[in-house]
């Protein structure tokens, strides 16, 4: 069953930038489509990106337009989130699995990394 381990959380002041990451072991990561997700205290979780399994296609949650940049790196079987022009409100848990947008029914969520935007 395929595994994803998050990484790359911290705390950053407002306006500042963090890059996630997403990898895997023992699955080729370009064979999935991937996607992002977050979830607030208190708050449902919810999709903010999605990379499509050729790297070609990327979409991303109204709130984060603009501002959040999803990729692919084969070489190294890693899928980042980079995340420019952080504000409070996106202070939250991050996850990556193997769909996008769609929360029910999938159960193999990761630790996820925490991401804390404060000053």
């Known amino acids: 069953q395929l595994r994803l381990v998050e990484s790359g959380g911290g705390l950053v002041q407002p306006g500042g930038s963090l890059r996630l990451s997403c990898a895997a072991s023992?699955?080729?990561?370009?064979?999935?489509?991937i996607g992002w997700f977050r979830q607030a205290p208190g708050k449902e979780r919810e999709g903010v990106a999605c990379?499509?399994?050729?790297?070609?296609?990327?979409n991303y949650a109204d709130s984060v337009k603009g501002r959040f940049t999803v990729s692919r790196d084969s070489v190294k079987n890693t899928v980042y989130l980079q995340m420019d022009s952080l504000k409070p409100e996106d202070t939250a848990v991050y996850y990556c699995?193997?769909?996008?947008?769609?929360?029910?029914?999938?159960?193999?969520w990761g630790q996820g990394t925490q991401v804390t935007v404060s000053s």
């Open positions: 990379i499509s399994h050729s790297g070609g296609s990327m």
């Open positions: 699995a193997p769909r996008c947008w769609r929360v029910e029914g999938y159960n193999s």
């Open positions: 023992g699955f080729t990561l370009a064979d999935f489509i």
